[in-house]
């Protein structure tokens, strides 16, 4: 079985003005890379279909989902907060982007493949089940969790988030849910200044300092992540795939590199293979520099097809 890729057009439609970082190039340097580095043959591509409602609503409020519709512009944008905002073609590629997680869940549950990548924007994981923030409409990490969970009758699953700020949506979707167990590390103090204050037993946020680099993160998965992912014993591991922390990214002010993402990524997938077996969605949240974003994802696809 190999390792499933996803996307659809609509995500590299959706943008929120020339200016802004998160913008639909990112996807055309993933893709450049692959390409680059004959990846493209060892990953089954598939068009990402839109998530139903019914699984959305499994993590946000159907005020809050109305509330997108109608706030969707037929021309230019709607802004939504300061840095996030809505374009005619925003709630189709987040539709198709919350469905990426859900339609690799199933293929994976199948047997259709080993794993996926999700290669989808808008990214989601500062979604709160009702507020959108942070670039974010759609929590797709935490709708794809759900649906394991309640779909297919999972007990267990962890969330790893490797993105440089907190996920703080996710956690709101899960802190204090016992079946699933969210690792995460992310730059402090900074946006959206969340994660540290009292979490729940079932989050294990580790914020650092500007400027840490991969020794102190390797030291931190191996002594906080690993000991709590070998207890829970997850039955799916889903991952939110930030590569802001990458020392060339102009948006935080870490210092990961390519090998540091691939060596998490292999520490995952030995959980995975435990007791998972091998089951893994990745789906993309944050990366801005767009000649580190396409190297990095290039090594956490190396690791994902075990190249």
């Not at 014993?233 to 991952?239: L, Q």
């Amino acid at each position: 079985m190999e390792t499933m890729y996803l996307t659809h057009p609509s995500c590299k439609l959706h943008e929120m003005g020339s200016w802004h970082p998160e913008c639909p190039q990112r996807l055309d340097a993933i893709t450049d890379q692959l390409l680059a580095n004959g990846l493209m043959p060892f990953l089954t591509e598939q068009d990402a279909p839109p998530a139903t409602r019914e699984a959305i609503l499994r993590v946000h409020g159907a005020k809050y989902l109305d509330s997108l519709y109608a706030q969707s512009p037929q021309e230019g944008y709607a802004q939504i907060d300061p840095d996030t905002l809505m374009s005619p073609h925003t709630m189709e590629a987040a539709l198709h982007a919350a469905g990426s997680g859900i339609a690799a869940v199933d293929a994976i549950m199948q047997g259709q493949a080993a794993n996926a990548f999700c290669a989808v924007r808008p990214p989601g994981h500062h979604a709160r089940p009702n507020q959108a923030m942070g670039f974010c409409f759609l929590n797709n990490i935490a709708i794809a969790a759900r649906h394991a969970l309640e779909v297919h009758g999972l007990s267990r699953v962890a969330i790893i988030d490797f993105d440089v700020h907190h996920g703080n949506g996710t956690e709101d979707a899960f802190a204090g849910d016992e079946r699933v167990l969210m690792c995460s590390f992310f730059q402090h103090p900074f946006y959206p200044n969340s994660g540290t204050t009292d979490p729940a037993v079932n989050m294990v946020n580790v914020p650092v300092p500007a400027y840490t680099g991969g020794d102190v993160v390797r030291a931190l998965v191996n002594d906080v992540w690993l000991p709590r992912l070998h207890a829970h014993a997850p039955e799916f591991i889903f991952i939110s795939a930030g590569f802001d922390a990458h020392r060339e990214d102009d948006m935080a002010q870490m210092g990961l590199v390519e090998a540091d993402y691939r060596w998490m990524t292999e520490q995952v997938m030995e959980i995975a293979d435990r007791y998972a077996q091998g089951r893994i969605v990745s789906t993309l949240e944050g990366g801005y520099d767009l000649s580190a974003l396409g190297r990095s994802v290039v090594a956490h696809l190396r690791a994902l097809t075990k190249l």
